[in-house]
């Protein structure tokens, strides 16, 4: 039987397909990789996939080999690995993703025997490819971080400190002005980390919270902060945080350790220079407002 093989063709199903499981990753994670990481991450992907068709040797072992090199291939482009447990934490959601986006592929394949042609040529592979990473993205979204225990390092000039943190999905707190979102330290960290005196970027925060109905924190902004998550590492700069007019409970799991700082849920979603996308307005976010699911901790 004689096959004829389009290398253009199996490289661009390749490429998107890999595209589609490093960007699952990528927001899977704490979206460490830029776009362009992405795109040379699912390009070392779509060259790996040749492997098999341009190299002699034994079909198995030329499959098993650029499978493995291609997918540890494109993590290391995608992804700022700073350590072999990040590596192996992304190598699982790759591998994770690809069965459910392979088995949801299949799964349409038998199911609709009608379409089967469709979904077995370049075009139909990688519109269903694409419909399974949207469901993917979409019941995904608002697990994975969201409530878990966290290593944070906050870094000023001075002194670097490592607390235990929690990321806590009921911190909705933004800065009024900018609309950044707020993190919680406690009063103790917060001199540990500037002193007595007044800290650079001061500023004022506005709250509300249950059994308070509002109230003011003091806050500035940190110059540097970096959250490791099951080995999953990224840096922030320029992060509001702001003082917690009381301590902040422990928790059971966090080895013997209280936890000292409260991270909120839409820092993890920015971009590593810690900025948000648009300016918020004042007015929505301040505590004269009647949306109590604002500036709530």
Same mark, same amino acid.
């Given at each position: 039987?004689?096959?004829? #093989?389009?290398?253009?063709?199996?490289?661009?199903?390749?490429?998107?397909?890999?595209?589609?499981?490093? @960007?699952?990753?990528?927001?899977?994670?704490? $979206?460490?990789?830029?776009?362009?990481? @992405? @795109?040379?991450?699912?390009?070392?992907? +779509?060259?790996?996939?040749?492997?098999?068709?341009?190299?002699?040797?034994?079909?198995?072992?030329?499959?098993?080999?650029?499978?493995?090199?291609?997918?540890?291939?494109?993590?290391?482009?995608?992804?700022?690995?700073?350590?072999?447990?990040?590596?192996?934490?992304?190598?699982? $959601?790759?591998?994770?993703?690809?069965?459910?986006?392979?088995?949801?592929?299949?799964?349409?394949?038998?199911?609709?025997?009608?379409?089967?042609?469709?979904?077995?040529?370049?075009?139909?592979?990688?519109?269903?490819?694409?419909?399974?990473? @949207?469901?993917?993205?979409?019941?995904?979204? +608002?697990?994975?971080?969201?409530?878990?225990?966290?290593?944070?390092?906050?870094? &000023?000039?001075?002194?670097?400190?490592?607390?235990?943190?929690?990321?806590?999905?009921?911190?909705?707190?933004?800065?009024?002005?900018?609309?950044?979102?707020?993190?919680?330290?406690?009063?103790?960290?917060?001199?540990?980390?500037?002193?007595?005196?007044?800290?650079? +970027?001061?500023?004022?925060?506005?709250?509300?919270?249950?059994?308070? !109905?509002?109230?003011?924190?003091?806050?500035? #902004?940190?110059?540097?902060?970096?959250?490791?998550?099951?080995?999953?590492?990224?840096?922030?700069?320029?992060?509001?945080?702001?003082?917690?007019?009381?301590?902040?409970?422990?928790?059971?799991?966090?080895?013997?350790?209280? &936890?000292?700082?409260?991270?909120?849920?839409?820092?993890?979603?920015? !971009?590593?220079?810690?900025?948000?996308?648009?300016?918020?307005?004042?007015?929505?976010?301040?505590?004269?407002?009647?949306?109590?699911?604002?500036?709530?901790?």
């Amino acid at each position: 039987m004689h096959y004829e #093989l389009y290398v253009d063709s199996l490289f661009l199903v390749n490429f998107v397909m890999d595209l589609y499981l490093l @960007l699952l990753v990528d927001r899977s994670t704490l $979206r460490t990789a830029t776009p362009g990481r @992405l @795109l040379a991450g699912a390009a070392v992907g +779509g060259v790996s996939g040749l492997f098999p068709f341009l190299l002699p040797g034994p079909a198995l072992f030329k499959a098993a080999a650029a499978g493995l090199t291609g997918t540890a291939g494109m993590i290391l482009a995608a992804f700022p690995v700073k350590g072999f447990r990040m590596f192996l934490k992304l190598f699982e $959601r790759l591998i994770l993703f690809s069965f459910c986006m392979g088995g949801t592929l299949l799964f349409l394949i038998r199911a609709f025997p009608i379409l089967r042609r469709f979904l077995t040529g370049i075009f139909g592979i990688m519109g269903a490819g694409g419909l399974c990473c @949207l469901l993917l993205l979409r019941s995904w979204q +608002g697990r994975g971080e969201a409530n878990g225990l966290c290593r944070a390092v906050l870094i &000023v000039e001075r002194a670097e400190l490592e607390v235990t943190a929690l990321v806590d999905s009921g911190n909705s707190l933004t800065e009024p002005i900018s609309g950044r979102p707020v993190c919680i330290v406690e009063e103790n960290v917060f001199r540990e980390l500037f002193g007595e005196g007044v800290p650079p +970027g001061y500023r004022v925060v506005p709250y509300h919270s249950i059994g308070k !109905k509002r109230g003011i924190m003091k806050g500035c #902004l940190l110059p540097e902060l970096r959250l490791e998550i099951d080995g999953i590492r990224k840096s922030f700069r320029e992060v509001c945080i702001a003082v917690s007019p009381q301590s902040i409970a422990g928790a059971e799991d966090a080895e013997a350790e209280s &936890v000292k700082m409260i991270i909120n849920p839409a820092l993890l979603q920015e !971009k590593e220079s810690g900025r948000p996308s648009v300016r918020q307005n004042e007015r929505i976010y301040d505590t004269e407002s009647g949306n109590t699911g604002k500036n709530a901790i």
